[in-house]
């Protein structure tokens, strides 16, 4: 099956970029918007619409795959590509890659991938963003070519050997700290709330009292609100830095600070994502480790997810061969091409830590879906209800296509 045409379609994302260097200065709020200037190359405002760029990828039948292009939120930050340009990305999508993909043969999409991978304008790999996008499209065009779904081709291309089966949901709250999580109750949610822990002052305090209290709220209102004691979800926080800036870095500190919130938790389980930010992924993975070593020592049931820093499939494998945390936080499109998610997310498990399929809400439907199924075929512990920061539209997209996803190919199996 030949790819016929190459269409770019600029669009919009689930959310905005935040300048998250500018934010961490104590930015403050004018509504929705930050007041102030930002701080991070690239950005025109601190709070700025995020873009996207649909990738269509016409095949000789007609059949159309689409992929989005799409960056995180808090781009330009932690080693991470700046602010992702739809016009800009249009343009080098006409000029450089439709040439590339014109004619080609759409059922193998790993040689592809790799095709874009390669590709170099003025110096330079394609943007994360980019890669992200058209490599969602090719495993689309693969999947559409041989008349299955996305995850059965990642399935059967990388012989994973793990059933393609509905897979916990981690929901984010945004600044809605309160009313989101009776919606994440309400829809059993698997992982909650996120907390969006990102400023010391306001949303941690100064001893880490601010972010204690929410998590007992949070608890408290899970055992009231839950239909029945089966509903036992994860409570994980991304406190983005706080608790390291908090505790002068001090592992010793942090780890007593951590420990108190998983007995606070109880009697479910404690996640706490990018405790501290150690300026480089060396020192990060140091630091994880130091204090995962700590929480250990104490018993403790922490478990620490990694984010920041740990962008790249590289980067991947070196904080699991330091077992620097219980659960990598396969962020999607700061890995670029589809590919690298498939291979982090399988290195991850087979390792024995945990492989959080995640992202953020600044993407759009069309990479959440592409994702969760991709997702589902690695055997991730969790998968990001995303794009966006209203819970609803999250679950929905991502719930939705779980569910659409087993119903189809438990009908293939039945059928043979």
Known sequence: MKIVDVIGVPGRTGFFFDDAAAIARGAGHDGFLYVGEPVTPGFSAI???????????????????HGDCAAVQY?????????????????????????????????????????IDSLNVDGHQLHTG????????????????????IAEVVRDDYSTGIPIEVIPMFVQSGDERYNNVDKMILKQAGAMPHGLVNHVGTKLGAQGEILAEYVEWVRNRVLALRLDDTY??????????????????DTVRMADYL???AEI????????????????????????RDLRDALRAKGSRVHLAIDEWCNTLADIHQFVEAEAADVIHVKTPDLGSITDTIEALLHVRRSGLSAYSGGTCNETERSA????????????????????????EGLMIVGNEMERTVALVNSRTQVR
């Open 369 to 392: 879906q592409i994702c969760t199924q991709v997702a589902m075929a690695c055997g991730a512990v969790q998968v990001l209800a995303k794009p966006g920061m209203g819970v609803d």
């Open 75 to 115: 781009s330009g930050v932690g080693g991470r590509d700046p602010v992702f340009n739809a016009i800009t990305a249009a343009e080098v999508l006409r000029s450089y890659v439709t040439p590339l993909l014109l004619g080609a043969e759409a059922t193998d999409f790993q040689q592809l991938a790799a095709l």
């Open 232 to 249: 036992n979800p994860t409570l994980h926080f991304d406190v983005y830095g706080t608790v390291g800036v908090a505790f002068d870095q």
């Open 47 to 65: 709070r700025q619409p995020g873009e996207s760029l649909s990738v269509l990828l016409i095949l000789e039948d007609g059949q159309v795959a």
């Open 130 to 149: 980019m890669r992200y996008g058209v490599s969602q499209a090719l495993l689309d065009a693969a999947a559409k070519s041989r008349r299955i779904t």
């Open 265 to 288: 938790a109880a009697p479910f389980t404690l996640r706490i994502e990018q405790p501290m930010d150690a300026g480089s992924t060396p020192a990060q993975i140091v630091a994880m």
């Open 259 to 261: 420990a108190r919130l």
